[in-house]
């Protein structure tokens, strides 16, 4: 797969994504509940680097009194190590899809959150040692009320093998 085709399916992908553990902020929270303990990687190699795709079913759900508002972009996720948990993955999506979703006072909605990356090649994540079986927490970004802050829900740890 060519390095504009990884771009456009991880810009797709993540088009659908989800949320983390609760979080309460002016009225609002954010609950994340994963589908599964477990996830599997895909690994895809291109022209120059290796990428992997993990998809991670998930239901997010607003258990406050107020609507709140969930970066449409989806998660990014955290991975853990000797050192404790540590950013693995960003979302790739900030300039293609901007903006949010909103959730009002106990919707929940159902999600597939595709984490993605790459392990060789530049930018690599150095902490992951090329290998990306793990335990990772996915980490939503949402807001409630008027401000303007965003507040971050983190999902349980799950497991992502290869």
Known sequence: MSRS???VVLAACAALA????????RGGSL?????????A?????SDNAEWVLVPVDVTLRNAGTSTI???????????E??????????????AVIPGY?????????T???????????PGAPQQLDQVFAGRYRLVYRYGAGDTRILLEARSAPFDVTE
């Open 5 to 7: 085709g990884v771009a």
């Open 31 to 39: 609950v994340v509940a994963m589908a599964a303990p477990t996830a």
């Open 111 to 121: 999600l597939t959150a595709h984490l993605a990356g790459h392990l060789s090649g």
């Open 41 to 45: 990687a895909t690994r895809y190699p």
């Open 69 to 79: 508002r969930v970066e449409s972009c989806g998660p990014t996720a955290e991975h």
């Open 101 to 109: 979703f909103q959730m009002t006072p106990g919707s929940e909605r």
């Open 81 to 94: 190590s000797s050192a404790g948990w540590q950013a693995a993955l960003g979302v790739l999506c900030d």
């Open 18 to 25: 989800g949320c983390g553990e609760p979080t309460a902020a």
